[in-house]
């Protein structure tokens, strides 16, 4: 299984162990399906030649065409994307997409080339994948250091070659084939899985304290949508540092503040937008006294070595993969509640899901309809996980896993693979 994390690794042995899987599935539903790397030469705006490398790992498509995002970012590698991807296909497999799982990237640091420099090497990235992507085959979607306008041009890019084919990439420009709530979408769904796992553990959202790590896409709607519920955000952070105050931050107001920035490398920091509060380390914000932490910035930011000063009564992960192994044991060793990535983060999945669908079949739902279809699926998959936790006597994440792997396997034997 080298293409399973060293975490997700126990849980996902657990799995097969539970349901009695064979050794040649076990490698089958573990490993890449396939995985694809490649060089990326062009001439950059100052007149230099740059090259990049490129990949592609497509995990598992025994549920449907492989899904997952394209990252732009330095320290991008295979092994990476290796334990990303298949995330994705436990993350689909639970939340019960007819999709497999995927991610792709390209080794770059997107805040020192120019918009043209990022387009041609989208557009080369897209020709160099051919035929092993498509609306029946493989989606791309936003990911780290990629946007809208990023997946506009891999559209675009696509299509030349193609034929005009919207669903051949989600978390398009609204304007141009894609759906109303895509860029909020899995913050809002991290702030669903929250106040649904609070109901269960009997904590009122109304005036219970959040802290956030990271103040970025997703964490920046978590905290607004969680602070509208009536929750008191009391911490949040970015690459600056964190800020807190006790009687909760003006979230609404720190949005608006650093939206208004034209560029992502233009916003001000959170201490700069934060009236009336004292600054933080981020080790500070992760050990606060809290009702509910949510780690949504970067990965692996809880460790077997801070897990014992995190004293916040649930943890919700927002981000992909941010407690280690170690980090994970700990805290089930505490009994404090983990509610796993698979499940918290899945709006923006989900969402992309219902663009495909949507450019399939040529329609424009409502930003109403839109939400609506992405809360039920939440909501479905919430009522599953907690069924099958109290049932197998597990924890989310080994519920999580049972769930993804059962519904893995048994596609693997209908189709008699």
Known sequence: MDGV???????????????????????????????????????????????????RVQHDRNLGPFKGGLRYHPDVDRSHLRELAASMSWKTALNDLPLG?????VTCDPRVLSKRDLREVTRRYVARLGNMIGPELDIPAPDMGTDEETMAWFYDAYGLQHGDQPAVV?????????????????????????????????????????????????????ALRLA??????????DSGGAVYRSDGLPVASMKA???????????????????????LTSAELLALDVDVLVPAAIEHVIDEDNADAVRAGMVVEGANLPLTAGGSRSL??????????????????????????QNRQGLRWSAEQVTDGMAQRMRAS??????????????????????????INTAIALRGV
């Open 382 to 407: 919430w009522r599953t996980l907690c069924d099958v936790a109290d049932a197998d006597d597990c924890g989310y994440r080994q519920a999580a896993f049972n769930i993804a792997v059962e519904r």
């Open 332 to 357: 089930e060793a505490r009994g404090v509640p983990v509610i796993p990535d698979v499940m918290a983060n899945a709006g923006g999945v989900i969402v992309s899901y219902l663009e495909w669908v």
């Open 5 to 55: 994390n060293a975490r997700d690794a126990h849980y996902l042995e657990q799995a097969f162990s539970r349901l009695e899987i064979c050794d040649d599935t076990r490698e089958l539903i573990g490993g890449s399906y396939r995985e694809i790397e490649f060089d990326l030469t062009l001439e950059l705006d100052d007149g230099q030649r740059a090259s990049f490398r490129g990949y």
């Open 257 to 279: 503040l650093r939206d208004e920035a034209p560029r992502r490398g233009d916003r001000p920091s959170v201490r700069d937008v934060a009236e009336g509060a004292e600054p």
């Open 101 to 105: 799982g995927a991610k792709g990237g």
């Open 170 to 222: 989600t978390g398009k420009p609204v304007a141009l084939h894609g759906t109303y709530g895509r860029r909020a979408a899995t913050g809002e769904g991290v702030a669903l899985a929250t106040s649904l796992a609070a109901e269960r553990r009997g904590i009122d959202l109304q005036g219970a304290t959040v802290a956030i790590q990271g103040f970025g896409n997703v964490a920046s709607h978590a």
């Open 228 to 237: 509208e519920d009536g929750a008191r955000v009391v911490a949040v952070s």
